[in-house]
């Protein structure tokens, strides 16, 4: 990775045991407060007060060292600060999470380690700061490139104001950056998307995050979508939504970016590690309310009562030790997001050698030797195709 | 308790409409007669089937005997008895009836008289039985019960004004319909030493005392040893036990005489010997005649029940030969289907009694079921003189060996308040009814008879009826017999191929309006593929309606963040569990309800 010279003078990282050895861990912090709630929005999320945040920030970092053990076992190879919007902590916090956590787990050198932002929480002295903990990739939510559609988003900022973070974070030499963008907007046309597409590429960010909106139940804008408020009415048809993706595709296609999971598209060797590591189940452990964690093939979910982690009450919402058949289950359709697909094993291809040929049939699995992936079609209806390798039975 | 003088015996039902609390005074009754404390109240007793109390309503009749001291310092036999409220299940109604020498009319003081009450309190008068009316709920703020009491004279001409005014949820002034019963429904009569003559009004299969056998015995005596027949079926067996009913339990006694109500056992195996309606006579000393009104119930409406799991089928067999243990009415056949694999050929009563049964097999027996549209039997006369009863429509013979067809036909006859007649009239040509005529039965209510085609009202005539006159329409029908009909075989094509499940028998008249529904309803019933899948109506291989379920463009699951990832795996997994509940036809997976939704294609 690039920026991997630049390293905080202060940081007493542990590099002593950084063997080999140890296995890699992602690492994931949950920051689940916001300016204000978008209206799309169903994570973990709501505005809060400095003081919150603060205790929040405590807590998190108790929590941290109340994994040490994960240190015996773990070098941390990715980090990815999520919300929320994490770039509303100052950079000092910030930088004390990191110190905590390099002081209880080794942290690899070349250590990817992401934040999320969103335009209008960036300032050059929280952008320093982040360079100065270690910070070497900033994940900007854009969204959209047209005003309109950013108000009807409830976005907190517009496209001008994005472009001042983004240049912002060049400046100060971030050499990673990945724009999130959302598609299928209500009143977006085609020619809308790909103005928007056209921006964003513009500016040559290393990754782009490309999603089509989804509108989830309890969300305002489900709300008002259902009660057919003007502006969130016009949904772009299926027809439309798909060609959008297909243009998505093509479009990035030529200008170098590779699309590696469904929805992600980077520069050669930008993919994002840390994502990467959901997909490919390697291991994974989640600070903050409501974060996920995978570890040793036991999933686990922290609660998500605020209230309680602000009192120091860390407790787990569910913890589920993974079946031989869970563990084959997520291995495929977790795997078949990522554009390689998956490499089958032998136990893969005597469980699912019929749905394999079906899928193939139907034209939405390719298959190249012992690597299947979806197919242009396949990623259209991946529901189904991923839901077919769910088992029934125990194996 | 040693002999019973007939005069301190009361033989009586209740009648009410669903919801007017008819289980709520039966427990009231049971409660204040003193027979069960309130802790062993188990919440509305009379009604013991898990699904009745869930539906509100009753599905066998019952009886349940209680002792009531009254205000004149004696005691009381009341036999209450439980009826049925639906007209699949008249007949049933009738003998219970036919059992009691009163009635006890709940009407709700909020609701006012009820369409569905009334046929049953005209079926009570036509038994010459004393109906009391009581008026209950009057504890609600929106009791009107001087108006109620003005209803019930009105319209069905009871004397009402010093009804009983009740609640029976909270018990206020039950007593007073205690005494009514007492005081106004008269004791029954029959000489106790006369050969033997009781009604069967209800049995049970018990697997360890063979069939019980519910009646009422009108003159004579029954115990222990009496070698009885059956005067209908003329099953004979000897008596082994007889009893009378304890709230949810059977009491054992030496005898019983006329103007009793009890139960006997006598080793009988199954329960079509003890046909309701049937006389049951001393074999060794004989009644000379039966008692009137007896009829063999046979089945009006057929469909076919597949497991939903093909490797069911066995469990499916016994769960219908234990169903039919107890329900004389239900008949089955094994039969099978290109598109349902092996199921059975089912005969029921009526719609309400196959969604019983129905029911009672997903629920007690835990099976799924996929069901086929009931039809009725259509008789073919083929060029070779040959006449066969088709229940199943996939197997009505090539067209070209068919001389004619016949269709079962009703007389029906509708109470209508008068402001309803012409929407009720419109139904029922509509339904290809032929005008009988009209009776006033007073200025505001009438009474329409119409010859209907059985197949027209079997699916949802009683639903339309009640739509269409908002709730203010009776109806009651008698098989009449068979006419001549031109009646087609409407097919369905799902991607060009014919689901034998899906077909059915119409009227040439209505199968273009059928086939086109059929089509509109499968499409929405059956889930977008990859593919696009038309959807096709025909008779005779020709096509006469088509549909298109679009091919699937997007299927997408939203972002998986911060790698929780068991949210979208139990996405994924509703999806998949939602294609277990479907049927393979070809490479095009049916949801089980649309066999059974596409019944509901009229009104709304």
Not at chain 1, 284 to 305: E, H, P, Q
Not at chain 2, 199 to 209: G, N, P, V
């Amino acid at each position: 990775m690039d920026n991997t010279d630049i390293r905080p003078a202060d940081a007493e990282r542990k590099r002593a045991d950084l063997s080999m050895e140890k296995e890699r861990l992602g690492v994931y912090i949950h920051i689940p407060f916001c300016v204000r709630k978008c209206a799309y929005c169903d994570f973990l999320s709501a505005p809060a007060s400095r003081e919150i945040m603060d205790r929040y920030v405590e807590a998190l970092k108790q929590e941290i060292r109340s994994a040490e053990e994960l240190a015996e076992r773990y070098r941390v190879s990715t980090l990815f600060f999520g919300g929320g919007t994490p770039s509303l902590l100052e950079g000092q916090k910030l930088a004390e999470i990191l110190e905590t956590l390099s002081q209880v787990m080794p942290v690899e050198a070349g250590a990817e380690i992401t934040v999320e932002c969103n335009p209008g929480t960036l300032t050059e002295d929280k952008l320093d700061a982040y360079r100065m903990a270690g910070v070497n990739r900033l994940s900007i939510g854009l969204q959209s490139a047209d005003d309109r559609e950013l108000r009807l988003l409830g976005r907190i900022h517009t496209f001008e104001e994005f472009l001042e973070s983004y240049e912002l974070a060049r400046k100060k030499g971030f050499g990673n950056l990945n724009v999130d963008l959302m598609s299928a907007l209500p009143g977006q046309t085609r020619e809308g998307w790909l103005r928007t597409l056209e921006k964003t590429a513009e500016l040559e960010p290393e990754h782009i995050s490309a999603y089509s909106l989804i509108i989830e139940e309890g969300t305002p804008f489900y709300e008002r979508y259902r009660e057919g408020a003007s502006g969130y009415r016009d949904l772009p048809d299926e027809d439309t939504d798909r060609l959008m993706y297909e243009d998505t595709k093509r479009f990035l296609g030529e200008r170098g970016y590779e699309r590696y999971e469904i929805s992600n598209y980077a520069r050669p060797g930008f993919a994002c590690r840390h994502n990467l590591s959901y997909w490919e189940r390697t291991d994974y452990k989640g600070f903050g309310i409501g974060a996920a964690s995978l570890l040793r093939n036991v999933r686990y979910k922290n609660s998500t009562d605020l209230a309680a982690y602000l009192d120091r009450e860390f407790s787990y919402e569910s913890v589920s030790a993974l079946s031989r058949k869970d563990i084959l289950e997520e291995t495929m359709f977790l795997g078949l997001r990522k554009m390689e697909g998956v490499v089958l094993t032998e136990q893969m291809k005597q469980i699912y050698g019929e749905l394999l040929n079906k899928l193939s049939q139907e034209g939405v699995l390719g298959r190249e030797g012992n690597r299947i992936f979806l197919t242009d079609r396949g990623i259209d209806v991946s529901n189904y195709v991923l839901s077919e390798f769910l088992l029934d039975e125990e194996i | 308790m040693t002999k019973t003088e007939q005069s301190r015996i009361r033989n009586f039902c209740i009648i009410a409409h669903i919801d007017h609390g008819k289980s709520t005074l039966a427990d009231r009754i049971i409660e204040m007669t003193g027979l069960l404390t309130s802790r062993e109240m188990q919440a509305q007793v009379l009604d013991n089937m898990d699904l009745e109390r869930e539906r509100g309503i009753t599905i066998k009749a019952q009886a349940v005997r209680i002792v009531y001291k009254a205000k004149d310092g004696e005691e009381y036999i009341f036999n209450m008895i439980d009826t049925p409220g639906h007209v699949d299940f008249n007949y049933e109604v009738s003998r219970s009836l036919a059992a009691c020498d009163g009635a006890v009319l709940v009407v709700d003081a909020a609701q006012g008289i009820e369409a569905q009450t009334l046929a049953n309190v005209y079926l009570a008068l036509d038994h010459d039985l004393d109906v009391i009316p009581v008026i209950n709920k009057i504890d609600l703020p929106s009791a009107e019960p001087q108006r109620v009491i003005d209803e019930i004279e009105d319209v069905i001409g009871l004397e009402a004004q010093d009804a009983p005014q009740i609640s029976a949820k909270t018990g206020l002034n039950v007593d007073q319909v205690l005494e009514a019963i007492v005081h106004k429904i008269p004791a029954p009569k029959g000489d106790p030493d006369a050969p033997l003559k009781a009604l069967i009004f209800d049995s049970l299969y018990d697997s360890y005392k063979g069939v019980i056998v519910f009646f009422r015995i009108m003159d004579g005596t029954v115990r222990k040893g009496t070698p009885i027949r059956m005067m209908a079926t003329g099953a004979e067996a000897d008596v082994v036990e007889v009893g009378y009913f304890g709230a949810g339990q059977f009491i054992p006694c030496e005898e019983l005489s006329a103007g009793m109500v009890g139960y006997l056992t006598a080793s009988i195996k199954n329960v079509r010997d003890t046909h309701v309606g049937d006389t049951i006579t001393d074999r060794s000393r004989p009644c000379d005649k039966a008692l009137p009104g007896y009829k063999k119930v046979l089945p009006m409406v057929y469909c076919g029940m597949y497991p939903a799991d093909g490797a069911k089928y066995p469990d499916l067999r016994d769960a219908l030969e234990k169903l039919q243990l107890n329900d004389a009415s239900l008949q089955f056949e094994p039969e099978t289907s290109v598109a349902l694999g092996f199921g059975f050929r089912c005969g029921f009563l009526g719609l309400l009694h196959l969604e019983i049964i129905q029911e009672r097999l997903e629920r007690e027996y835990n099976l799924d079921l996929v069901t086929t549209a009931p039809g009725v039997i259509y008789k073919v006369y083929k060029t070779n003189g040959e006449v066969i009863e088709l229940t199943n429509p996939s197997n009505l013979p090539d067209p070209s060996e068919i001389e004619h067809m016949e269709e079962p036909v009703v007389n029906a006859e509708i109470m209508v308040t008068t402001e309803f007649i012409g929407p009720i009239m419109e139904l029922c040509q509509e339904r290809r009814g032929v005008y009988l005529g009209m009776e006033y039965m007073e200025e505001t209510r009438a009474l329409l008879k119409y010859e209907l085609p059985l197949n027209e009202i079997i699916y949802d005539f009683f639903d339309a009826l009640k739509s269409r006159s908002r709730g203010y329409a009776s109806f009651d029908y008698e098989l009449k017999g068979y006419v001549p009909s031109d009646l087609v075989k409407l097919d369905i094509l799902v991607n060009k191929e014919e689901v034998d499940a899906l077909s059915f028998i119409v009227h040439s008249s209505t199968a273009y309006e059928r086939g086109r529904k059929m089509c509109e309803k499968l499409k929405e019933e059956i889930p977008r593929h990859l593919f696009e899948i038309p959807i096709q109506a025909a008779v005779g291989g020709k096509i006469i309606a088509r549909e298109t379920v679009k091919a699937v463009r997007k299927d997408v699951l939203a972002k998986c963040y911060g790698g929780d990832i068991t949210r979208k795996k139990k996405l994924l997994e509703k999806q998949k569990e939602g294609k277990k509940r479907m049927r393979q036809i070809g490479n095009v997976e049916i949801p089980q309800k649309a066999f059974m939704s596409v019944l509901k294609l009229d009104d709304k």
